[in-house]
């Protein structure tokens, strides 16, 4: 049985650019949360996806945004790269809104 | 707005010892607190989740225990092991998750 996976695991930018992180959740699960770990923090809470819709947001700006597929699977993208952008980004799904989630490993963005 | 703080930031013990991880949140409206476990690079570990009813969770070496009205839990390890090095991460539900910046243990054998 398959956990969340994401991908890729590490990702290189430059400042400007724009990427696009994956996450597929676990077998059963249909929400998907996804979170920024900066060096040395705690995840800080990104935006939370059920039936394809943004159910609800952190404190993060426009230019982080998401979608979630038919299957459950969910996409974040992040535009116009900061610096400060470099972090670790979980993704984490649960079987419902408001049940216990379970964490993929993650995926290293470092901006040069 | 809540906040959750960690103490300590870090902690090294010798192997055997018993400890204590401590939270502390500053919103009692919580629906469950929840600690995690983390490896260097990698995601989260689930290891023990309180609901908001319920005072204390067990599993195997590891207890916490939950006074909302504090605002407080702590994570209690037995018998530490150098496998238990990792950092360790609480985390408060109300509408979103908020986690603490977690506390850095090494068990030295």
């Known amino acids: 049985d398959a956990g969340v996976t994401q991908s890729p695991t590490h990702l290189i930018k430059t400042r400007g650019q724009q990427v696009t992180l994956r996450c597929s959740p676990k077998s059963g699960h249909d929400t998907v949360s996804w979170y920024q770990q900066a060096l040395g923090q705690g995840p800080q809470f990104i935006f939370q996806?059920?039936?394809?819709?943004?159910?609800q947001r952190g404190n993060f700006p426009d230019r982080f945004s998401g979608h979630q597929f038919p299957n459950y699977s969910s996409e974040l993208n992040v535009n116009a790269l900061l610096l400060g952008d470099s972090a670790l980004y979980l993704c984490?799904?649960?079987?419902?809104?408001?049940?216990?989630?379970?964490f993929g490993d993650g995926t290293r963005l470092s901006i040069l | 707005k809540q906040e959750v703080t960690q103490i300590p930031a870090a902690l090294s013990v010798p192997e055997g010892e018993n400890l204590v991880l401590n939270c502390s949140f500053t919103d009692s409206a919580i629906y469950n607190l929840q600690w995690f476990r983390q490896d260097p690079g990698k995601g989260l570990t689930s290891l023990l989740l309180i609901q908001s009813s319920q005072r204390e969770q067990t599993s195997g070496r590891l207890n916490a225990s939950l006074d909302k009205s504090s605002g407080r839990s702590t994570l209690y390890i037995a018998a530490s092991q150098p496998g238990d090095s990792a950092t360790y991460l609480c985390a408060v539900e109300n509408n979103d998750m908020r986690f603490g910046a977690g506390t850095r243990l090494t068990v030295k054998p």
């Open positions: 984490a799904s649960s079987r419902g809104p408001d049940q216990p989630q379970h």
């Open positions: 996806y059920y039936e394809e819709e943004e159910r």
